[in-house]
């Protein structure tokens, strides 16, 4: 039978002997869709549970989705990295990271949906596929290169129009929080699987492709596309010439206004650090950085994380910017200047620059930091109290407190998204779309909208309403983790879908079966709204699994409490009774026991997943 | 004038979306390799470049192909390749003087022909999809 979507095949590196193969895709897609779904299909099968992250048995998995590499708004190189992470805390866990740009279209030209990377090369090699052929290569010469030298070279030796993702020297130092970079400004920066790919001497991945991604019904999925741009939610209306600055941050980004900025592109920024011109981006967290001085120093530190391969989220909202943790240990004298080795000038852009370098290289202090924020603080044994990590190995995000954004009750719905999964979570569209915008002018919809919304899609307008509590919180909360898992998969960028609400829409809906349209046109399989729903939901539970597997239960999930229970910046705080019989309804909504917080059996094999159910009755971990 | 495709590359956005729908609905399938408009896009300086027939007033690729295969089409006015006629000899893709990386007027293997911007028949998709007005069709 044609395929139309996914291009079929799975390609395994084995790093240790050189030997590959190839999977058959559809072995996974069938019941898990692409990306993030199928990557915890072969986590599940292929990563032995508890292991550590830098372990040679630990996989890299990297998979796209059948809307990868095609005209679906947003879709085109969104691509999933998972793998046990060791970004997690308190120990390393399975987990995945997303990453926009090119690198993941280009990946399915070269004639592969996914990459399977085992084992640890005996010295530093890069991968380099081309239309099915792949070849593990020397990398002795790129080792050490920044992220950006690196892809210029790999650019230079194997010509224009190849994309490549690397990591910088964070990574190859096994820093927690080093990102696998791709292109200027995009990165799978969560989880610290740049420090996973240093771990297995894997410098980078070089692919090229001609082979095209055949669309079941094109007249069809190029209507649906343009539809998609017209409909999809955006904040704020963009001016005619944001676009003269503002780019896309990847393949088939067509949508303009997206609420996460899109790439502010800056050129021949001259450095304060070292003498050059820095020409690059910034975008979501990272502008954060324009605001050390002066600003020019503030890109050059931006710039420089990119090149060293260091995640932004935890330099900005973890070590100072939001998270301010490293500004208030040195107001309590917990970090001293001579802790530092540098002139303590924390809104100094050069000072960051300087920082930077000395995590990457894990010099002084940035060996500490580049444990990341909850193992520094082990380390130092002290500032746990200005933490800003939430749980899980990650910081504030979307939660509420440190934040502000969004505002209790919403932030509730936070919470027991945070308190479910294995990183921070995406809670974009519940958080910001739907609660946050709307309380801000020029909203997109109004309160009334808001809660015939509510009451549509959850079930009830307690779930919207400014004026709950406890009550109908944690309906949303599945609602957008079976979606998310879908978004992830397909894959479509979280911050178009799911499209809850829209500008040209007369009653303020938008139109959530925007994925169900894509896949059904791209793959030629019709699936409804509710069929993708209930793959999420498969995906969601499968991944619960994994966690299980590893050792997950209810008390890893309440690890989120001390932090919730901080006052917000309304001086709210969680109410720890009213969550923990809030967590018993997600659990017995989900079909998971409430005591331990594992799946039941029925669950399990009501969504296709007996196998599962099966090995966590072997390994005593079903509940009776 | 002969109709054409214009661009405004300082406009452009870099998604690349006008080589998706170009290979989509001519091929059928997602493919900037086999699109007939092409995005150079230097990250690492911050630039693109657009590549698509200009359709010249005097082309060059029609004085060169031996078979006539390059023809007016009067009802479009626009000068397309008659793939009924091609030989594949690609003289014309030689002749072009803005072809040297091969982006604009190439073989395409599947068909067995050389193809260039035919400018959709009159309704040029890329133009529609582009999302912030950097190409535009100019009807002669």
Redesign the interface.
Known sequence: MALYGWVGKILRVNLKNGRMNRADTMRYAKRLIGGRGVAAGIAWEEIPPGIDAFDPENKLIIMTGPLNGTLAPTSGGRITFAGVAPQAYPKPHYTRSNMGGYWGAELKYSGYDGLIIEGKASSPVYLWIKDGEAEIRDSRKLWGLDTFAAQKKLIKEHGEGVQTVCIGPAGENLVRIACVQHGIENAAGQGGFGAVMGSKNLKAITVKGSCGVPIARPEEFIEVCKYANRVAHTPEEPSEDSVLRRKACGMSCSLLGCGAGGLNIYRKVKGKAHPRLYTGAVQCASPAYLKFKPWKAGFEAAQLADMYGINHWEIVLGLTGTGQWLNKCVEKGIITEKDLGVPIDLESGTFWSELLRKIAYREGIGKVFAEGIPRAADIIGKGHEDSPHVAHGYETHWDGHLFGRPRYPYWIVAALQWAMDSRDPLVHCYAEEITYWTARPGSPVSIKQLKAIGKRLYGSELAVDPESNYEYKAQPTIWHQNRLAVDDSVPVCEEICPTIYSRISPDGFGDTSLEAKLFSAATGIDVSEGGLDLIGSRIYNLERAIMVHEGRTRRDDESVIPYFHRPDRAGIRLNVEKFGALMDEFYELRGWDPETGWPRRETLKKLDLKDVADELERIQRLPD | MISRIESDD??C?????CE??C???H????????SRIRI??N????EAESHVCKQCEDPECLKACPVEAIRMDEENGIYIILESECTACGLCAEACPYNS?KKILFFNPARKVYVKCDLCSGNP?CV???????LRYVVG
């Not at chain 2, 956005?13 to 979306?17: A, L």
Request: proline share 6%.
């Open positions: 300082e406009r956005i870099w998604c690349r979306s998706l729908v290979s989509l609905h091929e059928g399938e997602c493919n900037p390799a086999f150079s896009l990250l690492f300086k911050s990386k998709q529609q999809i582009c999302p912030s007005k950097a």
